[in-house]
């Protein structure tokens, strides 16, 4: 607290330092004050379109890190995690199955582990809300900015964000032909990278961008250091025992293949009408969908209780591919047994913005999305005599129509209201190897399969929101506003075949019982106000206060199981909405003559029903649960740009945040959690974690870098940058699991640049994470690891994270025509 008070009590003198016209009156501070031009250097200004249109980000009353095209390309920002090492409170865990990720700001965040929960970070790309987490499969190039929003977000971006949103905006059009192609060699993972565009007029008022990217990895980020392994099988219906060869998955993952392309049509007939339409196709393949799967820490301490092999902090796996004799028949799985993750996608935006006569202005962002997503998956993580393997195949699409006006009178009063409209629909396929048991009797095809599911959910959602804004004075302006939502779900899950051991387990569609399907009809509302006082002194100085609520729907978990072992399969399968309130204030300052951006922002927001998934092992079922929770905190980020060094920045922040269970008095518990542990509640199953951590919420995050550019001679240019990012200890389980700890860690980026002084080339050298500092924002129990959960007897699971990326340096040589 000591550091907290220092950190406000700083923040407030350099505050004072910008309200020298405090005293004025109004109508002088209406006035627009004189702009001086430092000799040289200074701020850039940063523009962000944060309330759905353009302006300084100091303008913004919300707290939020904006990326920029030029640090994009120096810092390489091509994917959604390596936003992170930019926006320190945010975090990815790149998981394989389930919703595919685990995004987390301000330390909350969704669990990867069910395909039907909504991210609370969503992603929102070109004005369209992308809120599942395989979004994160996406790759992401010829990029105009990002911005990290932080805090829940009802109003201006799609559907409700309880934690915070991503937008990311691609590239336009220019207005003077330009061509451009770049190509680069990364060394560790050996991967080849071109990619391009060709941007210009057509016409008067008509022009096209087109934009492609292909990569190709050689080798990869990890090693697999797996052995052959025979695994034993029985046949139920014949009664005799076989062994099957499972030979090493890829040794070097995840040897990714990927091409993306992009075309952007922007047509402006009048200065009036802006139109652009935006299409893109992604397909990438990687030869393990686990890759980054670790045993960071071993539940008898030292080594894994699957491979026998030693767990640590390090780029390295034991994963086995699919027995080719079992595969050569098995659905969705390649012929020879490998494991892979093949992601297609492709989607268009249709943006239309009209001003009418500079009073109105109506907007529209029309969507269409598709992706599917198949994997073979080593589903233990870790392989060995008796492993469990699955092959999924799921698809999702989704069509969205946002309709805005927004008011820009002279008077004190505007407002904003919008609608929203939103179908999705989830199809899913899944088939497991488990059990170590086969039946020779069965349908073709499914012969190996444990347990084979299907599963749909159809979704459609309504949404209405609105805003007035009031400016009191010329420089105090009001602002509150609603959005109302009404949403339907109607979802199918049932487990069509079941191997004849296993049906003691896992019901099936004719299950005597009838709970063999499970069939959902889900119904939302939800109202979500907010309101912000704003007030702007100087021009230099913006101070405010915002009230927000934020809303995510229910839902329905398509990848979940029908357990024999569990009364209620459809509570199971569903779970309710998730909610946030709170409250943040904050000041943005330019400072110094503009030479220095200062910003603090403080905030307290409670989540009722945080959706948290995870696996029930006494009745072997996936459920989710919610629980209360609570972020609070302290941000403050900086950038120094001093007068006579053009070229020079300063930049960084220090966060604090304490994320927290207000109320989960019964969680589950962790495997192999003994009474003496907390694992005393309900049967002994469940503990109270009231008062833990949130998983992966550090209390204390920060970055600091330095950016250099300056011109050598007159034809050539020279840059640099170094750039750190530091994360305090965080629990990386929602469970409270001791052995999930990820202790404090830093890594450091670096670039240098060398090029013609009108960027006609450039070769540049980025090296991330030079540190090769290895850390998991994300974790599971190890499969059939630990036991005696509840029980004096209880030894733990292993920890196996989601690990990040290891030291990578790219060469990059570009050229524009």
Request: aromatic content about 12%; hydrophobic content about 35%.
């Amino acid at each position: 607290m000591r550091v907290v008070k220092t950190v406000l009590l700083a923040s407030s003198m350099l505050a004072t330092t910008a309200m020298p016209a405090f005293a004025q009156s109004a109508d002088t501070q209406a006035a627009p004050a004189p702009v001086t031009t430092p000799a040289a250097g200074g701020l850039n200004e940063i523009i962000v379109t944060a309330r759905k249109r353009q302006e300084s980000v100091q303008d913004v009353p919300v707290a939020v890190t904006a990326i920029t095209a030029e640090q994009i390309a120096n810092r390489d920002v091509t994917s959604i995690e390596k936003i992170t090492a930019i926006a320190p409170q945010f975090s990815v865990g790149r998981a394989s199955n389930g919703s595919g990720a685990q995004l987390t700001l301000r330390g909350i965040g969704s669990s990867s582990t069910s395909i039907g929960i909504e991210q609370s970070v969503a992603v929102v790309v070109d004005g369209a809300y992308y809120g599942q987490g395989r979004v994160i499969n996406e790759g992401f190039f010829d990029l105009s900015r990002v911005e990290v929003l932080k805090g829940p977000q009802a109003l201006f971006f799609g559907k409700n964000a309880t934690a915070g949103v991503i937008s990311i905006t691609t590239a336009d059009p220019t207005d003077k032909p330009e061509f451009m192609i770049k190509g680069g060699y990364e060394f560790k993972s050996q991967q080849y990278r071109i990619e391009g565009y060709a941007s210009g007029p057509l016409t008067d008022t008509l022009g096209l961008r087109v934009a492609a990217r292909y990569t190709k990895m050689d080798g990869g980020y990890y090693r697999n250091e797996a052995k052959d392994v025979l695994y034993n099988d029985f046949d139920i219906a014949t009664g005799t025992a076989s062994t099957h060869l499972a030979t090493p998955a890829a040794r070097k993952a995840p040897g990714e293949e990927e091409l993306l392309a992009r075309a952007t049509l922007k047509w402006e007939p009048t200065d009036n009408l802006t139109v652009s339409l935006k299409g893109s196709v992604d397909g990438s393949n990687v030869n393990n969908n686990s890759w980054n799967y670790v045993a960071f820490r071993c539940g008898n301490g030292s080594t894994s209780q699957l491979t026998g092999e030693a767990c640590g902090d390090h780029f390295v796996t034991y994963q086995n591919n699919i027995p080719a004799d079992i595969a050569a028949n098995f659905p969705y799985a390649k012929s020879d047994g490998s494991l892979y993750n093949r992601y297609r996608s492709a989607g268009g935006t249709l943006n239309i913005t009209y001003n009418a006569a500079d009073q109105l202005q109506v907007s529209s962002v029309t969507n269409y999305q598709w992706n599917n997503n198949r994997w073979a998956c080593a589903c233990d993580f870790q392989s060995n005599s008796a492993s469990n393997w699955a092959t999924e195949n799921s698809s999702w699409k989704a069509f969205s129509q946002e309709l805005r006006a927004l008011t820009q009178f002279d008077g004190p009063f505007n407002m904003m209201v919008g609608t929203l409209y939103q179908h999705t629909q989830r199809d899913f396929q899944q088939y497991v190897i488990v059990g170590a048991v086969s039946n020779s009797a069965a349908p073709p095809g499914l012969n190996y399969v444990g347990t084979a599911k299907t599963s749909y959910t159809k979704g459609d959602t309504m949404a209405v929101f609105g805003q007035l804004t009031y400016k009191i004075t010329p420089t105090l302006e009001a602002a509150g506003g609603v959005r109302y939502t009404d949403e339907t779900k109607n979802s199918f899950f049932t487990q069509f075949y079941n191997n004849p051991a296993l049906t003691g387990i896992f019901r099936d569609q004719n299950d005597p019982d009838g709970l063999g399907v499970v069939t959902a009809r889900q119904h939302f509302t939800n109202w979500s106000p907010e309101a912000t006082l704003t007030w702007k002194p100087t021009r230099d100085l913006m101070v405010y206060g915002a009230y927000k609520t934020a809303y995510k729907s229910g839902g329905f978990s398509n990848g979940g199981i029908n357990s024999k072992l569990s009364a209620d399969p459809s509570a199971d399968l569903t779970f309710n909405p998730e909610r946030s309130e709170g409250f943040e204030i904050g000041f943005k300052s330019t400072l110094l003559a503009n030479q220095l951006r200062f910003n603090v922002t403080a905030f307290n927001y409670k989540y009722k029903d945080l959706q948290v998934d995870f696996f029930n092992s006494p009745i072997f079922a996936f459920q989710t649960l919610t629980a209360d929770a609570r972020t609070k905190g302290v941000e403050v980020e900086f950038e120094f740009a001093p007068n006579g060094i053009p070229g020079l920045d300063f930049h960084g922040s220090v966060n604090y945040d304490k994320a927290r269970y207000i109320s989960f008095p019964i969680a589950p518990c962790y495997a192999g959690e003994t009474p003496a542990e907390g694992c005393n509640l309900v049967g002994n199953t469940r503990q109270d974690l009231t008062g833990a951590p949130l998983s992966v919420a550090p209390k204390w995050t920060g970055n600091l870098g330095v950016n250099y550019e300056t011109a050598m001679g007159e034809a050539y240019k020279v840059g640099f940058n170094v750039d750190s990012k530091y994360s305090g200890s965080y629990l990386a389980s929602g469970f409270g699991n001791p052995l999930s700890r990820q202790s404090r860690y830093v890594t450091l980026d670096a670039g240098l640049r060398f090029g013609a002084q009108d960027d006609n080339w450039q070769l540049a050298v980025i090296g991330k994470n030079l540190t090769n500092r290895f850390y998991v924002s994300g974790v599971v129990d190890g499969p059939s690891t630990g036991g005696g959960t509840g029980t004096a007897a209880g030894f733990k699971a292993d920890q196996l994270g989601f690990g990040n990326l290891p030291r990578t340096v790219m060469v990059e040589l570009s050229k524009k025509f």
